[in-house]
């Protein structure tokens, strides 16, 4: 039996640009240009200071407080490793910018039941809300578009959006769009 090279040649070509598609997706999904999205103003932003969720303990969180602040605002859920990953920095983040009007709010979309057992655990010094399946609808409100944990989205302090982000934060790229979000 012959192979047909032409065959061969098409198969590798369409497998190439398959992988090269794919590669594309997956680097951008850590980050997206926030600057041409007519979704970071305070029309947008409003939908977060009015979510009602509860902490841990089942009291009732008072988003409205946070306005007039910068807010790095982080969707996770506690069977989420990566999210888990994440949160020790978070923490570090919260008292490294405290001094300068940031707040970190974690908003679980989990059970709170899990939440608290996690918390007790993995205590954090930032505020944690429980969202439940409410979390993941404000999530894709505030731009997740992949509908996925974590994610985490920047409100500066004019209630306008400046980042968002997929997938765990490292330090540095945090620090770099919290220095934006505090121009």
């Known amino acids: 039996m012959r192979l047909n090279p032409f065959s061969c040649r098409t198969s590798f070509n369409a497998l190439l640009l398959g992988c090269l598609a794919t590669m594309a997706l997956l680097t ?12 970071n103003g305070p029309q947008v932003t409003a939908k ?7 902490d841990a303990a089942g009291k009732p969180v008072d988003l409205t407080t946070l306005r007039g602040k910068t807010l790095v605002i982080n969707f996770w859920s506690t069977w989420c490793p990566p999210c888990v990953e994440e949160m ?6 919260q008292t ?13 979309a989990d059970q709170a039941d899990n939440v608290k057992a996690f918390l007790q655990k ?3 010094n930032y ?9 993941f609808e404000l999530s894709q409100q505030l731009g997740n578009r992949h509908d996925a944990v974590p994610f985490t989205v920047m409100i500066n302090a004019k209630e306008g959006i400046t980042s968002r982000h997929f997938g765990v934060y490292t330090r540095k790229d ?9 121009k």
Do not use: H
């Open 28 to 39: 951008g999904c850590s980050k997206f240009d926030n600057s041409q999205s007519t979704l």
């Open 122 to 124: 993995n205590p954090v």
């Open 96 to 108: 490294a910018y405290k001094d300068k009007n940031v707040v970190f709010v974690g908003i679980a």
């Open 48 to 54: 977060f200071f009015d979510a009602q969720f509860t």
């Open 88 to 93: 020790p920095m978070f923490s570090e983040a």
């Open 174 to 182: 945090l620090d770099s769009d919290l220095a934006k979000a505090l």
């Open 127 to 135: 505020l944690i809300a429980v969202g439940g399946q409410p979390a």
